[in-house]
């Protein structure tokens, strides 16, 4: 695989970064947290003056700044956006990047039978990048293999027939093996392409050490509705939601799926691990990373993907994806942990958790010890006592409302197995997981306002968790480890 040079990352003049979602801002401007490994930065007087002649209405003194904007006028903006992106803690904005010609991009489909959603992607293909290679990978499809041939030959695309059916990856590796182009866009054959997509991804590329950039991934619209399609056009797995990010492991966007990635060729050299029929997308992702590179994903660029819809087919790849934790955790060891938390925090859970009268008083002294201590590392990046203060409580408050998504996650989604075995005996047990469904519910409904009531969609919540969570546990014994299901801590940064 070929890696990155020197990291220089330098925006035209013109372009624009947005503080991203995780990023907060404090002291009017001047200290910035966020980031991954997250971070407390101080800005120098001329980076904040450049960040309030671009957005002079957002001067609270702590909000996050989603909104947030700096425009690259000068040396000055150009160094501090090239920071913040480094850094994850702003995205740049891809209709200020220059357009590149979608004529350096190939096309490479996987298809395996499936001719008419093959029709239906090659339509959106010829419509929106009529300039590109086409590469269609037949990966043995048997009797479907002359229509796949016969609609190649309709819409000019090219067509590879292999012997044996390797799985998607292998697929993809045939059709890379064969790319001239300077990039290569991987689509899978339940993609349509929305208008610009692809063109608007193009644009990230500006960045000369970006390997990948993948889009939004919505529902496509389909005639039946079934409780299934509505859950998942609500929370789909594919789908990483409405904020921009940088893609890197135990961040809040850890990963991308190939179900739409558009890739620089000589980055990814070649390809996806072959012997994996599932998590090499992620895989993927992570060695981009660890040789230097960086991945993005941007939702103002949207596919659309059609979802399965029968529960037979939505739980069972669902129980699939869980499989594949332990294929990562033989590869990428901690990379690949449920969760991600200070001790101080799994103290706090573990305490709450355990429902004693003693639990409130000991969590609450875990984070008074834990605010003692970020108030102590902040001495350097905020030497006043009380703007410290502040951001050191803040700190604590936001460990502790990862760490409660977290544990929600592995008592309901990751662990639930051995959860359950403790509910069986266990009064308090079984509190806790009432207490955790209900949270986990109620918290997800209010914010996704899916189109169902919320009985089906509390429902639907626990059964995906299930069927994921026993897929990690069935990996997990096939591969005779535990890893994929012991939290790890975070990193420190040292900025």
Not at 484 to 493: G, I
Request: glycine fraction near 8%; charge should be positive; hydrophobic fraction near 45%.
């Amino acid at each position: 695989m070929s890696t990155p040079g020197e990291d220089r990352l330098a925006l035209p003049l013109g372009a624009s970064v947005r503080l991203n979602a995780h990023t907060y801002v404090f002291d009017a401007g001047r200290i910035l947290m966020g980031g991954s490994p997250s971070r407390v930065a101080r800005l120098t007087p001329q980076a904040a003056q450049a960040f309030s002649h671009a957005d002079s209405d957002h001067d609270r003194k702590t909000l996050p700044q989603k909104g947030r904007r700096l425009t690259i006028t000068g040396a000055t903006s150009q160094r501090v956006a090239g920071y913040l992106v480094r850094a994850g803690m702003a995205d740049p904005e891809p209709e200020t990047l220059p357009a590149l010609s979608t004529a350096d991009i190939t096309v490479v489909i996987p298809c395996f039978r499936r001719t008419e959603a093959l029709r239906r992607l090659l339509q959106s293909v010829a419509a929106e990048l009529p300039t590109s290679s086409v590469i269609v990978v037949d990966d043995a499809s048997g009797d479907a293999s002359p229509q796949i041939a016969a609609l190649c030959r309709t819409f000019g695309a090219q067509v590879m027939r292999l012997p044996e059916n390797g799985g998607p990856a292998a697929a993809r590796n045939h059709g890379l093996a064969q790319v001239q182009t300077q990039f290569v866009v991987f689509i899978d054959t339940d993609v349509v392409l929305r208008a610009g997509s692809i063109p608007l991804l193009l644009r990230h590329f500006a960045d000369p050490q970006l390997a990948a950039a993948a889009p939004r991934v919505r529902g496509l619209p389909q005639k039946e509705s079934s409780w299934v399609l509505r859950y998942e056009n609500a929370r789909s797995s594919l789908d990483h939601g409405p904020d921009a990010s940088s893609v890197r492991p135990h961040s809040p966007h850890s990963w991308l799926s190939t179900t739409c990635l558009l890739a620089r060729t000589r980055a990814i050299g070649e390809g996806f691990r072959a012997d994996m029929r599932v998590a090499e997308d992620v895989d993927l992702v992570w060695r981009l990373v660890h040789d230097g590179w960086r991945v993005r994903y941007e939702p103002q660029s949207v596919v659309e993907h059609q979802h399965r819809s029968s529960v037979e087919a939505w739980l069972g790849r669902k129980f699939i994806y869980g499989t594949g934790a332990a294929l990562l955790a033989q590869r990428h060891g901690a990379l690949v942990a449920p969760a991600v938390m200070s001790p101080w925090a799994g103290i706090v859970l573990g305490a709450l958790a355990a429902q004693r009268a003693w639990s409130v008083p000991a969590a609450s002294a875990a984070t008074l010890i834990a605010t003692a201590v970020n108030l102590h590392r902040l001495r350097r990046t905020t030497p006043e006592l009380g703007a410290r203060t502040v951001l050191a409580l803040r700190l604590s408050t936001f460990g502790l409302t990862s760490a409660a998504a977290q544990g929600l996650a592995l008592t309901l989604r990751h662990w639930w197995p051995a959860v359950a075995a403790a509910a069986s005996i266990s009064p308090r047990a079984r509190r806790l997981v009432l207490m955790a469904a209900l949270a986990d519910a109620g918290w997800e409904y209010g914010r996704l306002k899916p189109r169902m009531d919320p009985f089906r969609f509390a429902l639907a919540r626990r059964l995906d968790d299930c069927a994921y969570g026993l897929g990690v546990w069935i990996g997990a014994w096939r591969a005779r480890s535990v890893r994929a299901l012991l939290p790890t801590r975070p990193k420190r940064s040292r900025g």
